[in-house]
């Protein structure tokens, strides 16, 4: 009840003093689906010093509003923060750190070529499953027994599309044999989703291997080219949201700087979050977080 933020805690909690040189900002939901924008400091390591502010929702105003209370000179001393693609997240990191370097997620990019992947299988497994049906009743029809159509590793077609769904995640190096045997079978009947794959793993090789900013953009270039020979529709939506952010993503290059400790301190909050069985007292919860990693 001593608390000094205890009478606006449920719509924001603020820590200047934990304000470092590189931040990251991201979003988490506390409990029923509301969402707070969270501001971290990577050198607190998700201990005490972690924690700059949480505030209620993700409206950019709201946010920045909040953000501005702490002293220019603070804010102007922070060189690098790291967010993902939204522009509300953009926003509010131009207006209230104008002397850092944004920085992009590359996992949420890389996370939309792997959506985009996973869409085209589940569009011929749909295909897949509609074609059985076709055939099953057309052997009522014909008063026939329908025998399912085996593949070489003992999969149907819809099976094979299902079950490859985790090894497309995967880079190949790391499939067991049995994984090994799916793509191949899988790549054999659908081309189309080889050449997606590849261009998923095309993309994590220019993340992982190129050091250099100047690099990476020419690189970036080349397969932004190769996605639009391809055709796909989905990947020519990743390519023009790359097209859209491309300085921010190639910030990457500099310090090679993630969203990392964002996402991992907000696995603590649910972690923390679950320990209690959910959150029914936002503004002691929020103490309780404060006291932990503020």
């Known amino acids: 009840m001593e608390w ?14 934990n304000i470092g040189e590189s931040l990251s ?60 693609m939204a522009a509300s997240m953009q926003k509010i990191a131009r207006r209230c750190f104008p002397n850092a370097l944004q920085v992009t997620d590359r996992f949420h990019v890389q996370k939309l070529a792997v959506e985009a992947l996973q869409e085209l299988r589940i569009k011929h497994r749909w295909e897949a499953i509609e074609q059985e049906n076709k055939e099953i009743e057309l052997s009522k029809e014909l008063d026939k027994t329908y025998v399912l159509e085996r593949l ?77 020979k391809s055709g796909f529709k989905s990947f020519n939506t990743i390519a023009n949201t790359i097209q859209n952010n491309y300085l921010t993503i190639l910030n990457y290059f500099v310090n090679r700087s993630t969203n990392a400790s964002a996402e991992s301190f907000n696995a603590k909050i649910k972690a923390f979050r679950s320990q209690f069985r959910g959150v029914r007292n936002v503004d002691f919860f929020l103490y309780r977080l404060s006291k932990i990693y503020a």
Not at 4 to 17: N, S
Not at 56 to 73: A, M, Q
Not at 172 to 187: C, G
Request: proline content about 1%.
């Open 152 to 228: 070489e590793n003992g999969d149907t077609f819809k099976q094979l599309l299902a079950r490859s769904r985790y090894l497309l995640f995967k880079h190949e190096n790391k499939w067991t044999p049995s994984q090994h045997k799916r793509a191949e079978i899988l790549f054999k009947y659908y081309p189309d989703l080889k050449q997606a794959y590849d261009l998923c793993r095309e993309l994590s090789s220019i993340y992982e291997k190129t050091k250099i900013k100047e690099l990476a953009y020419t690189r970036l270039a080349q397969w932004y080219n190769k996605v639009e």
């Open 25 to 84: 900002i991201d979003e988490t939901s506390l409990s029923q689906g509301e969402l707070y924008t969270v501001v971290t400091n990577k050198a607190g390591r998700g201990r005490k010093g972690t924690l700059i502010a949480m505030v209620k929702g993700v409206d950019s105003e709201k946010v920045s509003d909040v953000l501005l209370r702490i002293t220019s000179r603070k804010r102007n001393q922070v060189k690098e923060i790291t967010l993902d």
């Open 4 to 17: 000094d933020q205890l009478g606006h805690a449920e719509d924001w909690i603020l820590f200047e003093e």
